[in-house]
């Protein structure tokens, strides 16, 4: 793993937590997204190095409503840079992590990305990125 790429966090309403984290970070976010396939609408602000993800559920049934109703509002999840997905995949699931998704998926943020149940990662959401080329 390179670097933490993003923090994700979720919240209940995209346009307020954007206004609250604007003033907070004195930016606006640079890119907002809907990812239609996991039910969610994404806004994202550089901070230096990194970036935080803020996630808001489009339906009831997506993982993000499901896991504010669980605990409400927060980080949600710590996504890592990777240079090579498939291999770091394989690597982790021999080592005994738990995958979520065992082959990377398109993600937001022109990424491919993959989950780590928080089972297997002291009960954290771990996702790996690699940028989509």
């Avoid at 990194?50 to 499901?66: G, P, R």
């Amino acid at each position: 793993m390179n670097k933490i790429e993003h923090i994700g966090i979720a919240v209940k309403n995209l346009d307020e937590a954007n206004s609250l984290y604007e003033t907070l970070f004195g930016i606006p976010p640079y890119k907002t997204e809907s990812v239609d396939s996991e039910g969610v609408n994404t806004s994202f602000f550089k901070m230096g190095e990194s970036k935080i993800e803020l996630l808001e559920a489009t339906n009831a049934d997506s993982a993000i409503a499901k896991f504010i109703e669980k605990r409400g509002e927060g980080i949600h999840h710590i996504a890592y840079a990777v240079t090579d997905i498939k291999a770091e995949l394989k690597r982790l699931k021999v080592e005994g992590f738990e995958l979520i998704n065992e082959e990377p998926k398109a993600g937001a943020d022109h990424k491919w990305v993959a989950f780590l149940h928080p089972k297997s990662t002291k009960g954290v959401l771990v996702e790996l990125c690699q940028d989509r080329e």
